[in-house]
């Protein structure tokens, strides 16, 4: 990748070319749930004290129900900002109504609107929201095994923070599923933008494993 490239369009690629020789050597498990897959590097003892964070639950604990099936010992956490998606985590586990995003107030953001994975429909509403690190705070975690995100737009100001060195000295975050969707002016991110955040991540502690072919979002 150079800045002379789209990297939207070459990202997948690139990734799966960097990663291929490391995926061969450990064993990904790839859980499903209603519209996408999640993969994972499970740890070697599978009766470790683990904690689970969904950003963005959108009434799909499918994946978070299958690790809860898979670990002994493992504490669930989410957030999202209405109570009819996010009502289906609380049997596994701590829920906050609250959207992720840049600042700690009301942000408008890309809503699920319907239950079908295959046809979903988004509308634009405004939510409550709160940073990322001040999540954190709430749910008093600073080491987090797995986190999920799946936020529509908002991952655009969440995912620097997580490359931050500063945050990443204060925060552990083992292994990150999450949806990215491309450089969309109706989430406000230009291609100049998408591409600095890409290139942001080279700096960070993340290797990517998997990227695989989508439209205007990839996982």
């Given at each position: 990748l150079n800045e002379t490239n789209s990297v939207w369009e070459k990202l997948g690629g690139v990734v799966e070319k960097c990663g291929i020789n490391l995926r061969k050597s450990i064993k990904l498990q790839r859980l499903a749930n209603k519209g996408d897959a999640k993969i994972f590097i499970y740890p070697v003892a599978m009766n470790d004290s683990l904690v689970s964070v969904t950003l963005g639950i959108g009434g799909d604990v499918k994946v978070e129900k299958q690790l809860n099936a898979t670990f002994t010992n493992i504490d669930?956490?989410?957030?999202?900002?209405?109570?009819?998606?996010?009502?289906?985590?609380?049997a596994l586990g701590n829920v906050y109504l609250t959207g992720i995003g840049p600042i700690d107030g009301?942000?408008?953001?890309?809503?699920?609107?319907?239950?079908?994975?295959?046809?979903?429909?988004?509308?634009?509403?405004t939510i409550a929201s709160i940073t990322f690190k001040n999540y954190l705070n709430k749910i008093k975690q600073n080491f987090i095994d797995f986190l999920l995100i799946d936020i529509e737009g908002p991952e655009y100001w969440v995912l620097p923070k997580i490359f931050d060195e500063e945050m990443r000295n204060e925060y552990t975050i083992c292994q990150l599923n999450i949806e990215i969707h491309g450089p969309l002016e109706s989430y406000g991110v230009t291609t100049k933008q998408f591409?600095?955040?890409?290139?942001?991540?080279?700096?960070?502690?993340?290797?990517?494993?998997?990227l695989p072919a989508g439209g205007t979002h990839r996982n």
């Open positions: 669930f956490f989410g957030a999202d900002p209405f109570e009819a998606t996010a009502g289906v985590f609380r009301q942000i408008n953001s890309s809503i699920l609107t319907n239950d079908d994975p295959q046809k979903p429909i988004y509308n634009t509403k591409d600095a955040l890409i290139f942001s991540s080279l700096d960070s502690s993340f290797l990517p494993l998997s």
